[in-house]
């Protein structure tokens, strides 16, 4: 189990990465997606995911101690799964005003994504146990060394996991969207 949340911690730190680099840097400050007719689908889908992962991380990653925060998490993740199929339809239409998406960034959307779903799977297969009585959910790993540096990354991401959900819905409202273009404006650099 040591093993299986080391790699976790390493899978969404690998995440949180190339989350925030392509979520923030990507599709905020240099496509800005949401100010795109055609993108306008797409940054909603971004929105949703958005602000669905600090409740994953909350209610499937932190809350080891109850178990309908994990059922109530995991309903948040297969919410998160239906939405970035879409996402991910959408993507080709939602492109076409930059000749479409970037091979590159194409990878790094697979690879954002896999590591995502590597860190919930192997979650899945931490928190599950299987017996001849059935299967039952682990909610103490408080005697899994590993499983505090898991937690330490999980709980210091919520807070910009937060602002960065918190900043996609602002800028799916017209009002708070020309305020970030007229600050986006003054901005020298991305």
């Known amino acids: 189990m040591e093993i299986?949340?080391?790699?976790?911690?390493?899978?969404?730190?690998?995440?949180?990465?190339?989350?925030?680099?392509?979520?923030?840097?990507?599709?905020?400050?240099?496509?800005?997606?949401?100010?795109?007719?055609?993108?306008q689908h797409e940054h909603l889908a971004h929105t949703l995911r958005a602000l669905l992962f600090p409740a994953i991380l909350y209610f499937f990653f932190l809350r080891q101690d109850c178990l309908a925060c994990f059922w109530v998490g995991l309903g948040f993740v297969l919410l998160d799964l239906l939405v970035s199929l879409a996402d991910a339809w959408m993507e080709k239409g939602s492109r076409a005003w930059m000749g479409g998406l970037p091979r590159w960034e194409y990878i790094i959307h697979l690879l954002v994504n896999g590591f995502h779903f590597a860190t919930i799977?192997?979650?899945?297969?931490?928190?599950?146990?299987?017996?001849?009585?059935?299967?039952?959910?682990?909610?103490?790993?408080?005697s899994v060394s590993t499983f505090g540096a898991f937690e330490w990354l999980a709980t210091n991401l919520l807070p910009g996991a937060v602002a960065i959900g918190i900043l996609h819905a602002l800028l799916a409202v017209p009002m708070t969207r020309r305020i970030w273009n007229g600050w986006r404006a003054r901005l020298a650099c991305c």
């Open 4 to 39: 299986g949340f080391l790699i976790s911690t390493l899978l969404l730190l690998a995440f949180a990465l190339l989350a925030t680099w392509d979520g923030l840097y990507l599709h905020l400050l240099k496509y800005q997606l949401f100010n795109h007719p055609e993108s």
């Open 121 to 142: 799977a192997l979650l899945l297969t931490l928190k599950l146990q299987t017996s001849a009585t059935g299967i039952r959910v682990i909610t103490d790993f408080s």
